[in-house]
T-cell receptor
Framework: GQQLNQSPQSMFIQEGEDVSMNCTSS?????WLWYKQEPGEGPVLLIA?????ELTSNGRLTAQFGITRKDSFLNISASIPSDVGIYFC?????????FGTGTSLTVIP | EAGVVQSPRYKIIEKKQPVAFWCNPI?????LYWYLQNLGQGPELLIR????????DSQLPKDRFSAERLKGVDSTLKIQPAELGDSAVYLC???????????????FGPGTRLTVL
């Protein structure tokens, strides 16, 4: 199945720093979603984006739906230790979801 | 409201043995997904149900994998016989699937971690 290209693959940052990650695809999507997965759990939806160019925030998280509909990025401001986890992007087309390869985030206190 | 429930959470079997996973979606959710997640990778779709109908099983290895969704609610995923390469996390997700923004969001269960020895 199709997997989206997500970068960076992993990040090690100091608490309080900002984080940026992005996701690209060769295909366009109608919806972009960002999930966070913690060990032993399933992914949890963080932000959903429904329109090209849309910029949406959820607390310290901000995500944008790329103008070309082939990419999206996620920013986390002022990171805290509980931000640790793996972040996945997903593109949606109808009832089909295609996931990125994940960005592993480690926050050093 | 209860989330997506999966059992067992962990399963260790020897190769060539059969194994089955169970999923109970969120009440009222018509669409159910089974995903395979290998270590260090994102989830990959195995099969998608709309009510009791399997509408996308193109990625399901049908020689050894089977699934069913009785009465359009609970679902089981079976592997027979299991191979070493089947070791992974099997995730179940559901969505209301009735259209509209909020209905397209899917909710995941905690997954079943399968180890084949």
């Amino acid at each position: 199945g199709q997997q989206l290209n997500q970068s960076p693959q992993s990040m090690f940052i100091q608490e309080g720093e900002d984080v940026s990650m992005n996701c690209t695809s060769s295909s366009i999507f109608n919806t972009w979603l960002w999930y966070k997965q913690e060990p032993g759990e399933g992914p949890v939806l963080l932000i959903a984006l429904y329109k090209a160019g849309e910029l949406t925030s959820n607390g310290r998280l901000t995500a944008q739906f790329g103008i070309t509909r082939k990419d999206s990025f996620l920013n986390i401001s002022a990171s805290i230790p509980s931000d640790v986890g793996i972040y996945f992007c997903a593109g949606q087309r109808g009832n089909q979801f295609y996931f990125g390869t994940g960005t592993s985030l480690t926050v050093i206190p | 409201e209860a989330g997506v429930v999966q059992s067992p959470r962990y399963k260790i079997i020897e190769k060539k043995q059969p194994v089955a996973f169970w999923c109970n979606p969120i009440s009222g959710h018509n669409t159910l997904y089974w995903y395979l997640q290998n270590l260090g990778q994102g989830p990959e779709l195995l099969i998608r149900y709309e009510n009791e109908e399997a509408v996308d099983d193109s990625q399901l290895p049908k020689d050894r994998f089977s699934a069913e969704r009785l009465k359009g609610v609970d679902s089981t995923l079976k592997i027979q016989p299991a191979e070493l390469g089947d070791s992974a996390v099997y995730l179940c997700a559901s969505s209301s699937g009735t259209g509209g923004r909020i209905d397209n969001e899917q909710f995941f269960g905690p997954g079943t971690r399968l180890t084949v020895l």
